[in-house]
T-cell receptor, first 115, second 115 residues
Framework: GAVVSQHPSRVICKSGTSVKIECRSLDFQATTMFWYRQFPKQSLMLMATSNEGSKATYEQGVEKDKFLINHASLTLSTLTVTSAHPEDSSFYIC???????????FGQGTRLTVV | AQSVTQPDIHITVSEGASLELRCNYSYGATPYLFWYVQSPGQGLQLLLKYFSGDTLVQGIKGFEAEFKRSQSSFNLRKPSVHWSDAAEYFCAVGATWAAGNKLTFGGGTRVLVKP
C-alpha cells in the first residue's frame, strides 16, 4: 500500500510555544489529507480535512486559529499547534488519500506533550 | 449523522482461539465500512473494507468481516489468533468512498492475547 510518513513521532514543547507536525505522502500524490486527534485510550476524532491548495475544513469545536493546517503541495500537509497548552497534549494522526485511491493511508502518529 | 459503536472495550482471548469483535453502525444510506488495527504508539493499519458486493470481506492477517445490513453490523472475525494480534481495533464508517476517508470511528476494542 501507499506510504504516509509523519514527523516527528514524538515532541515535547513548553507551554506557550508552537509546534509543527508534518505529514508526507511518499509514493503518491495526496489530494486530500485528514488530521485526527486521539486522547489516551480513546478513539480518533477528526479535526480537519485539507485539500491541496485550499483552506482546510475544520470540524465543529476545533479552533482553526489554534490548529493551523497547511496543504501547500500534493505530498505535504502540516499541522501547527500554536500557543500550546498542556491540554493540547495528545496523539495526532494524519491520513492521506490520492485522487484514485478508495481509501486513505495513515501516518504513524505524533505524540505531543506540552509541559 | 453517522455513528459507530463497538460494545466491547476489552476482549481477552487465548492464543489459538477464535476472535470476534463487534461493530454496529448508524447511517441512513449504504455505508462504507472499515476495520483498522493500531499497535501501541503507532498509526492505523487497514485490515479490510466494505464498499459493496459480497457481504463477507476478506482482509489481511487472516481477518474477515461480515456486513449485515439488517443488523447494522460489521463484525470482525479471526479463526485462530496469534500473540501478535494483541492491539487496539477500530471500526469506522464513511459516507461515500470519496468522502469515505472522513471517517467516524468507534471507541475501539483492545484485544489481549493470553499464551
Amino acid at each position: 500500500g501507499a506510504v504516509v510518513s509523519q514527523h516527528p513521532s514524538r515532541v515535547i514543547c513548553k507551554s506557550g510555544t508552537s509546534v509543527k507536525i508534518e505529514c508526507r505522502s511518499l509514493d503518491f500524490q495526496a489530494t486530500t489529507m485528514f488530521w485526527y486527534r486521539q486522547f489516551p485510550k480513546q478513539s480518533l476524532m477528526l479535526m480537519a480535512t485539507s485539500n491541496e491548495g485550499s483552506k482546510a475544513t475544520y470540524e465543529q469545536g476545533v479552533e482553526k486559529d489554534k490548529f493551523l493546517i497547511n496543504h501547500a503541495s500534493l505530498t505535504l500537509s502540516t499541522l501547527t499547534v500554536t500557543s500550546a497548552h498542556p491540554e493540547d497534549s495528545s496523539f495526532y494522526i494524519c491520513s492521506a488519500r490520492g485522487q484514485l485511491n478508495t481509501e486513505a493511508f495513515f501516518g504513524q502518529g505524533t505524540r505531543l506533550t506540552v509541559v | 449523522a453517522q455513528s459507530v459503536t463497538q460494545p466491547d472495550i476489552h476482549i481477552t482471548v487465548s492464543e489459538g482461539a477464535s476472535l470476534e469483535l463487534r461493530c454496529n453502525y448508524s447511517y441512513g444510506a449504504t455505508p462504507y465500512l472499515f476495520w483498522y488495527v493500531q499497535s501501541p504508539g503507532q498509526g492505523l493499519q487497514l485490515l479490510l473494507k466494505y464498499f459493496s458486493g459480497d457481504t463477507l470481506v476478506q482482509g489481511i492477517k487472516g481477518f474477515e468481516a461480515e456486513f449485515k445490513r439488517s443488523q447494522s453490523s460489521f463484525n470482525l472475525r479471526k479463526p485462530s489468533v496469534h500473540w501478535s494480534d494483541a492491539a487496539e481495533y477500530f471500526c469506522a464508517v464513511g459516507a461515500t468512498w470519496a468522502a469515505g476517508n472522513k471517517l467516524t470511528f468507534g471507541g475501539g476494542t483492545r484485544v489481549l492475547v493470553k499464551p
